[in-house]
């Protein structure tokens, strides 16, 4: 049964610094791997899609990785903002199409 | 472009009834994935519709049903409600199984 994990649950930095946000998930046979944002009370904001044969994609101050063998993904946030406070979540899409989402990590920048 | 909707927005229900919620895909979308969120939980997968037949479900039991339709709008319906039924239930989109875009999702509350 595949599960995704999500370290840490919550973290607070202050604004400027690059932060890394961590999802392990147990089984690697994977279609791919996305991470969204939450806003509290909203929907989910797609932010990166890594398919299972990529090893990291990149969008302005985002860069997720993928190490499918290792079961593991990082996403990266370079020069935090207090607007990237929000919850961020990571999903895997298996083989069966099901999606599989960590719990997340509530993330705070303080200004 | 027209974004991910659902309705009704906020929905109270007693224990026992029966509740119908409501999704339009994203133009050109042909997938619908329907999604439970308990507060402080990541989203969990309940099923996914690709053209209009179900290809994919989580461990939800046969009271949560659900349709899509010709445009690749989509329901859910949820019978027999229970407390635990209580959550943000969010739709996703995508084509193709690919990046999913998410919609605000309803609030369902049962007392």
């Known amino acids: 049964k595949q599960e995704v994990t999500q370290i840490p649950a919550a973290l607070s930095v202050p604004e400027g610094e690059n932060l890394v946000l961590n999802c392990s998930f147990t089984d690697s046979a994977i279609y791919n791997l996305q991470w969204f944002r939450q806003d509290p009370g909203k929907g989910l904001t797609s932010l990166l899609l890594?398919?299972?044969?990529?090893r990291e994609q990149t969008s302005g101050r985002l860069n997720a990785s993928l190490d499918k063998s290792s079961g593991r993904s990082t996403l990266y946030i370079a020069a935090s903002q207090p607007g990237d406070s929000a919850t961020y979540l990571c999903?895997?899409?298996?083989?069966?199409?099901?999606?599989?989402f960590g719990k997340g990590t509530r993330l705070h920048i303080l200004p | 472009e027209t974004g991910v909707t659902q309705s009704p927005t906020h929905l109270i229900k007693t224990r026992g009834q029966q509740v119908t919620l409501r999704c339009s895909s994203q133009?050109?979308?042909?997938?619908v994935s329907w999604y439970q969120q308990a507060l402080g939980q990541g989203p969990q997968f309940i099923f996914q519709?690709?053209?209009?037949?179900?290809?994919g479900r989580g461990n939800f039991p046969p009271r949560f049903s659900g349709l899509q339709f010709p445009n690749y709008s989509s329901e859910l319906n949820v019978n027999a409600l229970e407390l635990d039924d209580s959550a943000l239930y969010l739709c996703a989109s995508s084509l193709d199984r690919t990046k999913e875009y998410f919609g605000p999702g309803t609030r369902l509350t049962v007392t």
């Open positions: 133009s050109g979308h042909n997938t």
């Open positions: 999903a895997v899409r298996d083989r069966d199409d099901k999606i599989i």
């Open positions: 519709y690709y053209r209009e037949e179900e290809n």
């Open positions: 890594i398919q299972s044969s990529q």
